[in-house]
């Protein structure tokens, strides 16, 4: 799930579902917070289908973050490509839209995090914050390949003039806390009282049945992070959808609440939940 925050209580939650091949497209479903389980709209038609032949994103795309502009949406998402040696490639793609939303247009048929000198294996899961006049990315990178199905990755930060060119160095944002954890993903950030607050899931080993869960941290800067999961504030579910796993969450502040919108079981298989929270003090 994927927030844009329309009027008031509206707002569009994006989102990937997958064809009868396994493949992901990304529609929408508009929201009211304040009746967030009644008379929800569907997009008719995808926004953003998979890529051309060849390119990054040739097997599905996923939406990570939303930016508004002036004039433009900007919808940063994940390009799916299946791996040899390796099971999978992901890296991070940029669709703009000029018609509020309507439809969105590549702004490259090449990824904008791709592999590069500081992170030669998967770059992805791109979460843009606006800070003054510089544009702040949290992403999803690799470190290693443990072997062929299992990937280790943590949380790092890039930085651009204009959301578009991306330097990195490398910098980590959320590290693993020891070497069992396997997995830093989705980093969902908002700055709330001159905090910046961050929500990301983490795994351990799942060779050895470790499921996600959902971490939290803060920041003064946005640069510097302190994890703090035990404030997280959910856990799995007792049975259910989400009873073996929590993931993927995106959290939005509507009357003084927090709106966390995530997934459950198998990554998403059983849809996407909603959790409402009251602000920590």
Request: aromatic share 14%; proline share 4%; charged share 25%.
């Amino acid at each position: 799930p994927t927030i844009e925050n329309l009027c008031g209580s509206l707002i569009k939650v994006y989102f990937s579902g997958r064809d009868a091949k396994n493949i992901s497209y990304i529609g929408w479903a508009l929201i009211d917070l304040d009746n967030p389980l009644e008379d929800v709209e569907f997009s008719k038609e995808p926004v953003l289908s998979p890529g051309e032949l060849g390119c990054f994103d040739d097997n599905g795309v996923t939406p990570s973050c939303i930016i508004k502009t002036e004039d433009e949406i900007y919808l940063y998402y994940i390009g799916w490509n299946p791996g040899y040696n390796v099971r999978m490639h992901l890296f991070g793609g940029l669709a703009i839209s000029k018609n509020n939303g309507e439809t969105f247009q590549r702004y490259s048929r090449a990824p904008i995090i791709e592999r590069c000198k500081v992170n030669p294996f998967l770059n992805t899961g791109p979460f843009v914050l606006k800070k003054n006049d510089k544009w702040i990315m949290y992403y999803v990178s690799g470190t290693e390949w443990i072997h062929k199905d299992l990937p280790r990755y943590n949380i790092q930060i890039a930085t651009s003039n204009d959301g578009l060119e991306w330097k990195r160095d490398g910098k980590i944002a959320i590290d693993f806390k020891n070497d069992n954890e396997m997995a830093l993903a989705r980093p969902w950030v908002i700055k709330d009282e001159g905090i910046y607050k961050m929500w990301f899931s983490f795994k351990g080993d799942v060779n050895k049945g470790g499921g996600y869960r959902l971490g939290y941290a803060e920041s003064s800067d946005g640069l510097d992070w302190e994890r703090m999961d035990d404030q997280v504030g959910i856990t799995v579910s007792k049975d259910g959808w989400d009873s073996e796993m929590i993931e993927y969450a995106a959290v939005i502040n509507h009357k003084n609440k927090y709106y966390m919108f995530y997934n459950g079981n198998n990554y998403g298989e059983g849809g996407i939940g909603l959790a409402i929270g009251t602000k920590r003090e």
